[in-house]
């Protein structure tokens, strides 16, 4: 077109292709915030895009599941988005045009929009190492995480080369900025200032409110779309927004139970429950429904040996040459199992540690949200703890880490431990530490050092040791097993395998062993991702009881829950005790078989061969057992059971 009619031209009429719908739709100093927006949307198409790639194999391929996933995937990234742009909508509303014209302002914006390039990418990259670590995007354990700034900062610095990904992040970012510049510049030019200028106050308070409305419309109005259009636990990971599933997991780090989930009267739930509660060799201490604590009876004389349990971090059953694995990872802990009693049917309570301690120590099945290890007012409770201490035991916790992480160091000096961790422990005592704590050596040497002190003194002596070594970054004292420190999980296992048997050796040296039960059990799997709703393999682990001589070597293939471990121990001690404990003795014949998974908000319940899900949205799901190997679960929809579910 001639310069000379152009110029005749209305101004909206001489925008380019590109730029002629943000003029129709957004006030002109409001396409700043839409090309935030827009910029928002790509990097999370971006990051969906490589992540479904990574999760190729675990979804259906199908047009139809690719369109929902990225469907649903856009409404979440806009959700998101909206959020994120309250603040630059109220900036926008009140800030005058001389103020966004000035030469401070464009020296401001120009870095700041670059800022929130790279933050995106930063989030890209922090999605990706998340999902690499746990298959799913940033949730629960995201924002506890976020607590601990020390312990997860440290961890990704020693597991990940961060220099140089940080350093590809600001490349990328700044050949983005380049690309947007132009952009930026026509946004901010004079002329396209001053039609914001004649648009007045009016204008730009509608434009704000509009985008100051959707976020709320998104906030009461959405309800879990990609929960209802897909099944594939991955494929509904992948159709959310890691940064929208923070602030919901943060949202929900506290439920209340009977306001998001399916529940009946108290009076017809207890009385449900004591038949399920009571064995034989016990009797309720009282008649009223709501009385729930037994008095157990043991079948011997009662035994009172020293007890070590040794919670062995992220042990997955699927590790051990005992449940079929062909690697020889687990040599030694394969000869305990066999030497020991082995329980190959036991599943953990949840994906985190703080959740196996709560389930061993308070026989608590998992509730919604923190565990109670995490929460406040958890001191003096009926617990592990509380039991040996009546007898006159020494209880201690030996953790190789700084015990404040979790709140470990709190729960359990406020019931009934001595505390000692990483704090606790001389420079001469410490051949080898990463960000998580000492190697598992360093924490066998300083539990023997205070068995042989409660030995001394004469007293019976409950050890509570909680393992880091298995954890990433996998990092460990190099010569000591076959694979190198820091090439993956398998080097993990295999040296706490040899720290183990190490630890076992060394024991027997001492005078207490022949007096001591060691009980091994893993806190959770070390992975928790899957394609159903709860990865029924992903909850099993091993459990072993070991005491030569005074506990026979055996298998047992019940199935049962980490919340059975004590009360099966009190068992096989014959002790007589008055218990609270909602866990069962797994030996006795008369024992229910069923076991309890959990994520932070869906709970399940394995019983007869049937998983019973009960969700935050007051309803439940029933799958099939069909098929469950180390590797993998096949589950199918069930027809309803009405009594698994009140059960449940």
Not at 189 to 200: F, G, H, M, Q
Not at 279 to 305: C, D, Y
Not at 346 to 369: K, Q
Not at 427 to 455: M, P, Q
Request: aromatic share 12%; net charge neutral; hydrophobic share 45%.
């Amino acid at each position: 077109m001639p310069k000379s009619l152009l110029a005749h031209c209305p101004r909206t009429v001489r925008l380019s292709a590109i730029r002629l719908p943000f003029s129709l739709v957004v006030p002109p100093r409001f396409q700043l915030l839409a090309l935030a927006l827009l910029l928002h949307a790509g990097i999370s198409l971006a990051t969906r895009l490589a992540l479904t790639m990574q999760s190729w194999s675990q979804i259906d391929h199908s047009p139809l599941t690719l369109l929902t996933i990225f469907g649903i995937g856009l409404f979440y990234d806009l959700a998101s988005g909206l959020y994120l742009a309250i603040p630059l909508a109220l900036y926008l509303l009140v800030t005058p045009r001389r103020l966004l014209q000035s030469r401070w302002h464009r020296l401001v914006l120009y870095p700041a929009f670059f800022a929130f390039i790279y933050a995106l990418g930063f989030l890209a990259m922090a999605e990706w190492l998340f999902w690499d670590e746990f298959g799913v995007r940033f949730n629960f354990i995201a924002v506890d995480y976020l607590v601990y700034t020390h312990e997860v900062i440290g961890n990704i610095t020693e597991s990940y080369p961060i220099p140089k990904l940080l350093t590809g992040i600001g490349i990328a970012s700044a050949l983005l900025f380049l690309v947007l510049r132009p952009r930026l510049e026509r946004i901010v030019a004079k002329e396209r200032l001053a039609a914001d200028d004649v648009a007045r106050l009016r204008q730009r308070t509608v434009a704000a409110f509009v985008f100051l409305l959707l976020p709320l419309l998104a906030f009461f109005g959405v309800s879990s779309p990609a929960d209802a259009a897909v099944r594939n636990r991955y494929e509904k990971e992948l159709a959310e927004n890691g940064l929208y599933q923070l602030f919901a997991a943060f949202r929900g780090n506290s439920l209340d139970y009977r306001t998001f989930y399916l529940n009946i009267d108290d009076k017809t739930a207890l009385a449900g429950l004591r038949p399920l509660l009571r064995q034989g060799n016990s009797r309720f201490a009282g008649q009223k429904p709501e009385e729930l604590t037994r008095i157990v009876t043991g079948t011997g004389a009662e035994e009172r040996p020293n007890v070590v349990f040794v919670m062995v971090e992220s042990l997955s059953a699927e590790y051990l040459g005992s449940f079929g694995n062909q690697e020889g990872l687990t040599p030694n802990l394969d000869r305990i199992a066999g030497q020991g009693l082995l329980f190959k049917s036991l599943y953990a309570t949840g994906t985190r540690t703080v959740r196996g301690m709560e389930a061993v120590t308070l026989s608590e099945p998992p509730t919604p949200g923190q565990a109670i290890v995490r929460r406040p007012n958890n001191d003096h409770l009926f617990s592990l703890g509380a039991l040996f201490k009546e007898r006159g035991y020494d209880t201690k916790f030996l953790y190789g880490g700084f015990g404040y992480f979790d709140n470990m160091n709190a729960y359990f000096g406020g019931n009934g431990f001595q505390v000692i961790d990483r704090s606790d422990l001389q420079a001469n005592e410490i051949t080898f530490a990463n960000i998580w704590g000492v190697c598992d050596e360093d924490l066998y040497r300083r539990a023997l050092k205070e068995f042989d002190a409660s030995h001394a003194q004469g007293k019976p002596f409950l050890g509570y040791l909680m393992t880091t070594s298995n954890h990433r970054p996998f990092t460990y004292p190099e010569g000591k097993v076959d694979i190198p420190s820091h090439t993956g999980r398998n080097g993990g296992v295999k040296y706490t395998d040899y720290a183990i048997s190490r630890f076992i050796e060394e024991a027997r040296q001492h005078p207490w062993f022949r007096n001591t039960v060691f009980v091994i059990v893993a806190d959770h799997c070390a992975g928790s991702a899957g394609s159903q709703e709860l990865p029924v393999h992903r909850y099993h682990i091993p459990l072993i009881f070991y005491a030569p001589g005074r506990i026979a070597p055996g298998i047992n293939t019940t199935l049962a829950s980490q919340i059975d471990v004590v009360p099966t121990l009190l068992g096989l001690l014959h002790w007589n005790y008055e218990t609270k404990l909602f866990g069962q003795d797994i030996l006795r014949p008369d024992f229910i078989p069923r076991a309890f998974i959990s994520t932070y908000q869906r709970l399940g319940y394995i019983r007869n061969g049937c998983l019973t899900i009960l969700n935050e949205r007051q309803s439940v799901s029933q799958y099939r057992i069909k098929e469950e190997t180390m590797q993998n679960s096949v589950l199918e929809r069930a027809p309803e059971q009405p009594e698994l579910i009140r059960e449940a």
